[in-house]
């Protein structure tokens, strides 16, 4: 065998592999590579590698049964609660404080009046990226002589924590298209001073200042020098419990390049978007600087979408038709979600994010598929598919603690009852809630051991979990004026006996929120109107879309009364989440190595401190809705300097399925299931 193989490949120029010493695997593994070079010629599917697909044991019902199992389960659960801890070390953060130190964004120039020190600069954005998150860092605000930043005396010092804000409709930049223009023009003025912009964002902000009884705890080293100070330094934000709260005259929030702008040149470029806003009477706006990038966040049928109590409700949207499918290109490494789907005739399509299916490196040109080698489109790809049964079996594991803890709580309590007394029957009927429980649990992890043998026979090859392949992919570009929206869109056709449970555009609101708090994030206000109902069975029926001038108008009230429109999306990534969509439209820049690309998008901010970021890198393709299940944007990315995202963005669904309906003539959203 090797004497052949060393023959084939002393004849093969391109492929440097030796035969000496190496597994059977990798030999295979290299023959592949071999054979998928010529498949544009012979007009077949690439062929998977070994280590994509899963192998799967011959007796893996009966191991799943086993002790074993439940060993592996348990261990993953151990670690699948590790991996959630998101506190930061404090290690050397006592010798960080000092008021002395500025931060430029650029190192190598001579320090300037007016750069921000550097505790304002990574702790005055503090909670834009969730409770424990510092936000992004300030390079520079006009609000500083107005407003004051006092910086913590210590790293366990309370801290205030930001929220963003809407800007109120009747505001003067909203009349008359008055913020598209200035927006345009704001973007002139950053490209005369060579300013490498990521976004111009409309928001306020607004936090709470501790109140004179909230003690701080005083570092023991407050006169460090703070010169080395870096943004992963920084110890986790202690909230302020009470005080006053302010809020911040509407901003225009621009994002740049970590580490390309001063705080010197930051300052002559906000002068100028001043004066430029006098012009125009309006002088209630200031003008801020943050560091961030404008990121795209990248066999046997699906199982229909199940309700709140099938007992695998907790893992099975990643294999149902529910909307929010992980998916990967066959041939690439990046994960994505799939946006929503539409008909022509009896063909079923669903639409993503082109960016999640094609390479960087690739040429954005556009792809119409005809005949030959499909772009073909699996449901997870070989990481994410991994991780999949991981988290089923950490899953299983934390039920199997549950069921120790029960247990023992069953024998405790059997004991109280034997003994009699004037707890006895109060304990009684506590026991029979216990094995109540008990039994309910059993169930469910009888279930979700089932769940995990079908899985991982019938979609643990790669091959298995294809669902379809790309139609239809217009470059990555930017629409004509007036709008200017980005056409990152992808079209794919979808395999029909992968889709037999079908079920319609529905969108899963998952297990991570329970209905009475989802229901208190949508609803923000007992003194505001309710649009939204929270669906039996937890499935949100989609329906209609939001139009460009709805997008415009906020229709709810936030908790501190701004007017504003809660959107929900259900991404692979953060799963699902509540935002607020900014009536507001932002510029984007994403820069690539054949140039940049500008765009207008819609905006969304999340929930609160507490609810984290609205999106992260692995979310993009996922649709955004309304509190009526009406389709807002497909999202396509958001800006944060860490995988996290202050703001994302998304192309405004009205605009897309105009796109959409030019190219598929007779294409429809909704439809009966009997049709």
């Not at 407003?147 to 505001?171: D, Q, S």
């Not at 009470?242 to 390049?257: K, L, M, N, R, S």
């Not at 999106?615 to 299940?629: E, K, L, P, Q």
């Amino acid at each position: 065998m090797r004497t052949k193989l060393s023959t084939v490949t002393s004849n093969l120029h391109g492929f440097n592999f030796s035969t000496d010493g190496t597994s059977p695997i990798s030999l295979v593994t290299c023959l592949i590579d071999i054979l998928n070079s010529f498949t544009p010629y012979l007009n077949s599917t690439p062929l998977a590698r070994m280590e994509d697909d899963h192998p799967v044991k011959d007796n893996l019902e009966a191991h799943v049964l086993s002790k074993a199992f439940d060993e592996e389960c348990a261990a993953f659960a151990k670690r699948r609660y590790l991996s959630s801890d998101d506190s930061d070390t404090d290690s050397d953060v006592n010798s960080l404080w000092s008021n002395n130190s500025t931060s430029s964004s650029v190192s190598s120039v001579e320090p300037s009046p007016y750069d921000v020190p550097k505790l304002e600069a990574y702790l005055y954005y503090a909670g834009l990226s969730g409770p424990n998150g510092r936000g992004p860092k300030l390079v520079y605000r006009t609000t500083r002589e107005k407003e004051k930043f006092v910086p913590p005396t210590g790293p366990e010092a309370y801290r205030r924590l930001m929220k963003l804000r809407t800007v109120p409709e009747n505001h003067k930049l909203g009349k008359d298209n008055l913020w598209d223009y200035i927006r345009a023009e704001v973007v002139k003025l950053l490209d005369e001073r060579d300013i490498k912009l990521t976004s111009v964002d409309l928001f306020r902000f607004t936090w709470t200042e501790k109140s004179d009884d909230q003690e701080d705890v005083e570092s023991e080293e407050d006169g460090e020098d703070e010169a080395n100070l870096k943004y992963d330094d920084i110890a986790s934000i202690k909230p302020v419990v009470d005080g006053t709260v302010y809020t911040t005259p509407a901003t225009i929030w621009v994002g740049v390049i970590p580490d390309t702008l001063t705080g010197e040149v930051a300052h002559h470029s906000a002068n100028d978007i001043l004066e430029l806003l006098k012009k125009h009477g309006i002088s209630d706006v200031e003008v801020a600087y943050r560091e961030s990038e404008a990121k795209f966040s990248a066999g046997p049928e699906l199982f229909p979408p199940v309700s709140d109590l099938d007992p695998r409700k907790d893992v099975i949207d990643n294999l149902s038709t529910a909307l929010s499918l992980p998916i990967a290109g066959l041939k690439t490494k990046m994960q994505g979600t799939l946006g929503f789907y539409f008909r022509v005739g009896d063909e079923l399509y669903a639409v993503t994010a082109r960016h999640v299916l094609f390479k960087k490196s690739e040429p954005n040109d556009e792809y119409n598929y005809v005949a030959g080698p499909k772009r073909e489109v699996v449901v997870m790809g070989p990481n994410a598919f991994t991780n999949y049964l991981a988290s089923i079996q950490g899953y299983i594991g934390t039920l199997i603690d549950t069921i120790d803890s029960l247990e023992k709580r069953v024998t405790m309590l059997t004991s109280r009852v034997e003994a009699g007394g004037d707890d006895a029957q109060k304990s009684a009927g506590e026991l029979a809630e216990t094995q109540g429980d008990l039994t309910k649990i059993r169930t469910k992890i009888d279930a979700l051991k089932q769940y995990f043998v079908t899985v991982k026979t019938k979609w643990g090859k790669l091959k298995n979990r294809i669902i379809g392949h790309v139609v239809w992919a217009p470059p990555i570009t930017i629409a004509t004026p007036p709008h200017l929206f980005m056409k990152d869109l992808c079209v794919i056709k979808l395999v029909k006996d992968k889709f037999r449970n079908f079920r319609n555009n529905v969108l899963s609101l998952g297990p991570e929120i329970s209905p009475s708090k989802f229901k208190s994030l949508m609803y923000d206000r007992f003194d505001a109107p309710h649009e939204f109902e929270y669906p039996e069975e937890g499935l949100f029926q989609l329906q209609g879309i939001l139009s460009h001038e709805e997008i415009r108008k906020p229709n709810h009230k936030a908790p501190e009364g701004d007017p504003i429109r809660r959107v929900i999306k259900r991404g692979y990534k953060t799963l699902t989440t509540v935002g607020g969509l900014s009536g507001y439209l932002s510029h984007v820049r994403r820069y690539f190595v054949t140039g940049e690309i500008n765009s207008t998008e819609a905006a969304v901010h999340p929930h609160n401190n507490d609810s984290g970021p609205f999106s992260r890198g692995g979310d993009s393709g996922s649709i955004i809705v309304d509190a009526h299940g009406r389709l807002v944007a497909l999202l396509t990315g958001g800006t944060g300097k860490t995988d996290s995202s202050d703001i994302t963005f998304g192309t405004p669904m009205f605009w897309l399925w105009i796109l959409i309906l030019a190219k598929f003539p007779g294409a429809n959203l909704f439809w009966d299931d009997d049709n």
